[in-house]
């Protein structure tokens, strides 16, 4: 079965630009999820959906950060505008409902601020 | 606070000697953990998990895991390693509510010939 799909791969902006990120979960998974990885450190959870409707967003920095997720498939990151330490690697995951246990997670997308 | 607490940030290991990687947990539950595995440029991948069966787990690639309630500790462990096995690797928790999965900072594995 097909993964879950992120792009870009890499980004590279200059800060107070603005930068989005995609991913497509595995079909019929109801859950995803976005995490946040800066270098040296585990993921850490930044929203969760649950088909198009949130179910947790505590850590999501809401002044600069917005997600999206229409028809509850794909989903949208979007950073405006971005700062240094926003650099990071981006990871989308995806689970059947309520399962989180059994999350599969994408090859992320590597975001560096200038 | 549900914590997780890898204490090597780094392991360095030859072809065909044991791995151990150690994780130590913080609960006042008996949380579900699990490991991880980060190859460069791709995504993570479960090694294995433990909800509350047997304390021994078996997971892909030959590793295993020992949930130790007594030390609060979920070490992985590998007879063999081979060099395939270079990578990160996380120790991961489950918060009590069950919503959200706590991870550790991570231990880069090094595999030399």
């Known amino acids: 079965e097909a993964g879950v799909a992120q792009s870009p791969r890499y980004k590279i902006i200059e800060k107070r630009q603005s930068v989005a990120f995609w991913c497509n979960p595995i079909?019929?998974?109801?859950?995803l999820y976005w995490y946040q990885q800066i270098l040296g450190q585990g993921p850490k959870l930044l929203i969760q959906?649950?088909?198009?409707?949130?179910?947790?967003d505590s850590q999501l920095p809401k002044d600069r950060f917005s997600a999206e997720r229409l028809k509850g498939v794909d989903s949208t990151l979007k950073i405006q505008p971005a700062k240094l330490e926003d650099s990071a690697v981006y990871l989308c995951?995806?689970?059947?409902?309520?399962?989180?246990?059994?999350?599969?997670f994408g090859p992320g997308t590597r975001l560096t601020v200038l | 606070a549900q914590s997780v607490t890898q204490l090597d940030s780094h392991v360095s290991v030859s072809e065909g000697t044991p791995v151990l990687l150690r994780c130590n947990y913080s609960?006042?539950?008996?949380?579900?953990l699990f490991w991880y595995v980060q190859h460069p440029n791709k995504g993570l991948q479960l090694l294995l998990k433990?909800?509350?069966?047997?304390?021994l787990v078996k997971g892909i690639n030959g590793f295993e895991a020992e949930f130790k309630k007594s030390e609060t500790s979920f070490h992985l462990t590998k007879p063999s390693a081979h060099m395939s096995d270079a990578a990160e690797y996380f120790c991961?928790?489950?918060?009590?509510?069950?919503?959200?999965?706590?991870f550790g900072k991570g231990t880069t594995l090094s595999v030399s010939s």
């Open positions: 609960s006042s539950y008996s949380p579900s």
């Open positions: 079909s019929g998974h109801a859950t």
């Open positions: 959906f649950q088909n198009n409707g949130v179910v947790d």
């Open positions: 433990y909800t509350s069966a047997a304390t």
């Open positions: 991961v928790a489950l918060n009590q509510a069950g919503t959200a999965l706590i």
């Open positions: 995951a995806s689970s059947p409902q309520d399962r989180i246990r059994e999350q599969f």
